[in-house]
């Protein structure tokens, strides 16, 4: 045979050998992580859009070099030890829970190894989560948001909307493990103000009608609800029905509003998961996450809904209005 024949033959061999492998490395899935929450997809669109948003800031781009593998639990927080264990069974890199006060303990029954990050409005380490803010240990770290002795200042700011109303109704969930405290700082914040206040609970989609139902009988003239995933994958579901016994009613979170609601303030939880998304970035580069210290989101939001004020029959003083981080027109 000739040199060049050769050659040219050996070409051929080789490349039909190097193809299959150039091909498959083009085919090679990407690194996966998992999304573990008590809540629906839609009623986490806003803060898993932040999360989202985090990880490509730091280089990570879902469809591209990441592929996310969601669990909603939708409001059944009996589910998430399952999905918890179905996340650790696919290998995915890293778990991110939020939504729900079950998410994280479930993620962390199901593996001592891989890296969990959270956001929560309870405290991680009183809740056995972490052993410390600064130095969480283990394969865990994350987000902690304030939740309680923030019903406070919304009582207040309905206070100021309303002056004249001196009998208002709160509602809260018995299941969520902050309720006694948020409820304790609401009741002494209503004493303060000289107000009369109905506590009302709801935990089930059927208790939620059965408050409204109530609330009627009560001559209530705000309404406050309390800070809860439940009520916030059920918020379409409160605010029309506030909006059926025109009620004026202050929530926790924008999302609320957004949807109808008339006023909120809270803590931002899409500035939250947005952080969870570079804690997340920062362990899939090489970081510990028993290494990166809890962060304490301190960013918070007040929006007013001044269409759902005029349905109301309400005006919005301009002094508040002046305290909106956003007003939606």
């Known amino acids: 045979m000739r040199r060049r024949e050769f ?3 050996l070409g051929g061999v080789g490349g039909s050998l190097f193809r299959p492998l150039a091909a498959l490395a083009q085919q090679a899935a990407p690194m996966a992580i998992g999304v573990l ?5 839609d009623s986490y669109a806003r803060q898993l859009a932040a999360l989202r948003q985090g990880l490509s800031d730091n280089g990570y781009v879902d469809g591209q070099n990441l592929r996310i593998e969601y669990r909603w639990a939708d409001g059944h927080d009996d589910r998430l030890q399952g999905f918890a264990a179905d996340l650790v069974r696919r290998g995915v890199a890293v778990i991110v829970c939020g939504g729900s006060p079950g998410a994280t303990p479930a993620a962390k029954a199901a593996t001592s ?5 959270f956001t929560t409005g309870i405290d991680p380490v009183k809740a056995g989560y972490v052993e410390s803010l600064n130095r969480p240990g283990g394969n865990i770290t994350g987000v902690a948001f304030l939740v309680t002795q923030l019903g406070a200042k919304r009582l207040g700011l309905l206070h100021q909307l309303l002056p004249n109303v001196t009998t208002i109704a709160a509602l809260f969930n018995r299941n969520h493990p ?3 405290s948020d409820l304790d700082n609401v009741e002494k914040a209503a004493r303060s103000l000289g107000l009369q206040l109905h506590v ?3 935990g089930t989609e059927s208790e939620i009608d059965a408050a409204f139902a109530a609330l009627a009988g009560l ?4 309404l406050l609800v309390g800070p809860d995933p439940f009520f916030l994958s059920n918020r379409r579901k409160i605010v029309a029905l506030a909006a059926s016994y025109a009620v004026p009613a202050a929530y926790e979170l924008r999302e609320f509003v957004d949807d109808g609601g008339l006023m909120s303030y809270g803590t931002s939880i899409t500035e939250a998961n947005y952080q969870a998304g570079l804690y997340v970035a920062r362990i899939l580069k090489g970081e510990k996450p028993g290494d990166l210290p809890v962060i304490q989101s301190t960013k918070f939001e ?5 269409k759902a004020a005029k349905t109301l029959g ?3 003083p301009p002094t508040l209005l002046a305290t909106a981080d956003e007003v939606i027109e």
């Open 219 to 222: 001559k209530a003239g705000a």
């Open 113 to 117: 190894t891989i890296p969990i990050v």
């Open 200 to 202: 009302l609970f709801a």
């Open 302 to 306: 007040f929006v007013v809904n001044l």
């Open 178 to 180: 902050n309720t006694a």
């Open 37 to 41: 929450s008590g809540q629906s997809a």
């Open 7 to 9: 050659i040219a033959l």
């Open 314 to 316: 309400l005006t919005v």
